[in-house]
Every structure is written in structure tokens, then in C-alpha cells.
């Protein structure tokens, strides 16, 4: 299947900074990626929807000035949590839709722990 | 009513058990559907697409139920490895943006 990776796969941070996700389709284009985020034992919940060359659509109750999505090319899509606080930790996990896949396959990247101390 | 549900379980088999999870969906126009596989820790991997006419592979079965929305997993001869928990995505219209149940999890013991 299609490949996505992510970086960094875990980041330690202080509160008040920011932190760059960087989610990547390898072997195939998107103009389509999507942000998730992952608290333990709970289901996934999607935080936005990043569109190649277009702002993001955030889902209700996602701030859009502290989650930045910037989706730069048919390839990348980034996530910067901003002023990061104890309540930002939680996994975050990108997923990308092949450009011309036939039946809207999602691929999903490995994640990124993030703890904000 | 949630967009896409599942029953959380656990379900809790012995090896070789064979196992059935259902996942109901209340879109109506919902057009493409998944089981995905998510171990602790780790991003969910795609398991099966299930199409209108059911799909299998190996051990895994996918059936798909437009009349009553509903898709179902089969898994036969259960693994210890496929203690995990099994996602149902689906996908309604043309924003192709997925709807996730909570997941089921699965518990294989010897």
C-alpha cells in the first residue's frame, strides 16, 4: 500500500512552544491529508481537513490559530501545535487519500507522540 | 444517533475461535467503506476495503449490507496477533473525508 511518514515521531516540548508535525505521502500524491489526534483508550478524532493550495477546513471546537495546517504541495501538509500546553499531549496521526485512487483509500502515517511538560 | 458505530467489546476469544464484528453506519449515501486495524501505540493499517459485492482475504471476510447499513469483519481461525482493535471507516459523498467508529478491540488468549 501507499506510504506516509511523519516527523518527528515523538517530541518532548516545554509549555509555551511550538511544534512542527510534518506528515509526507511517499509514493503518491494528495491534495487531500487529514490531521487526527489520539487521546489514550479513545477513538480518533479528527481535527481538520488540509487541502493542497487551500486553507484547512478545522472541525467544531478545533482552534484554527493554534493548530496551523499549512499544506504546501501535492506531498506534504504540516501541523505546528502553537504555545503548546499540557493539554495539547495526545497522538497525533496524519492520513493522506491517493489522488487517483479508485475507492478513497485512507493511508495513514505513524503517528507523533507529543508530551508538553 | 452517531454517524458510524460499533460495539467497543472487548471481544475475548480463544485461538482458532472465529469472531464477527458489525459496524452500522447512518448515512444513507455512505459510498466507501473500511476495516482498519490500529494496535496500542500505533496508527491504524489498512485491513480491508469492503465492497458491495463482499471481499476475503485469507482468514478475514468483509461484507457489506447497504439495505440495513451495516458492514461486518469475519476473522476465522483467530491468531494471537490479531489481538488489535478493528476500526470501521466510512466515507459518505465526494469529500472523501472518513467517519471513524470508536473501534472494537479484540482479545485473542490461548
Known amino acids: 500500500g501507499a506510504v506516509v511518514s511523519q516527523h518527528p515521531s515523538w517530541v518532548i516540548c516545554k509549555s509555551g512552544t511550538s511544534v512542527k508535525i510534518e506528515c509526507r505521502s511517499l509514493d503518491f500524491q494528495a491534495t487531500t491529508?487529514?490531521?487526527?489526534?489520539?487521546?489514550?483508550?479513545?477513538?480518533?478524532?479528527l481535527m481538520a481537513t488540509s487541502n493542497e493550495g487551500s486553507k484547512a477546513t478545522y472541525e467544531q471546537g478545533v482552534e484554527k490559530d493554534k493548530f496551523l495546517i499549512n499544506h504546501a504541495s501535492l506531498t506534504l501538509s504540516t501541523l505546528t501545535v502553537t504555545s503548546a500546553h499540557p493539554e495539547d499531549s495526545s497522538f497525533y496521526i496524519c492520513?493522506?487519500?491517493?489522488l487517483v485512487a479508485s475507492y478513497n483509500e485512507?493511508?495513514?502515517?505513524?503517528?507523533?507522540?507529543?508530551?508538553v511538560l | 444517533r452517531k454517524e458510524v458505530e460499533q460495539d467497543p467489546g472487548p471481544f475475548n476469544v480463544p485461538e482458532g475461535a472465529t469472531v464477527a464484528f458489525n459496524c452500522t453506519y447512518s448515512n444513507s449515501a455512505s459510498q466507501s467503506f473500511f476495516?482498519?486495524?490500529?494496535?496500542?501505540?500505533?496508527?491504524?493499517?489498512?485491513?480491508?476495503?469492503?465492497?458491495?459485492?463482499?471481499?476475503?482475504?485469507?482468514r478475514f471476510t468483509a461484507q457489506l449490507n447497504r439495505a440495513s447499513q451495516?458492514?461486518?469483519?469475519l476473522i476465522r481461525d483467530s491468531k494471537l496477533s490479531d489481538s488489535a482493535t478493528y476500526l470501521c471507516v466510512v466515507i459518505s459523498g465526494g469529500s472523501y473525508i472518513p467517519t471513524f467508529g470508536r473501534g472494537t478491540s479484540l482479545i485473542v488468549h490461548p
Open chain 2, 35 to 58: 476495516w482498519y486495524r490500529q494496535d496500542c501505540r500505533k496508527e491504524p493499517k489498512l485491513l480491508m476495503s469492503v465492497y458491495s459485492s463482499g471481499n476475503e482475504d485469507g
Open chain 2, 70 to 73: 451495516y458492514i461486518s469483519l
Open chain 1, 33 to 45: 491529508m487529514f490531521w487526527y489526534r489520539q487521546f489514550p483508550k479513545q477513538s480518533l478524532m
Open chain 1, 106 to 115: 485512507q493511508f495513514f502515517g505513524p503517528g507523533t507522540r507529543l508530551t
Open chain 1, 95 to 98: 492520513s493522506a487519500r491517493d
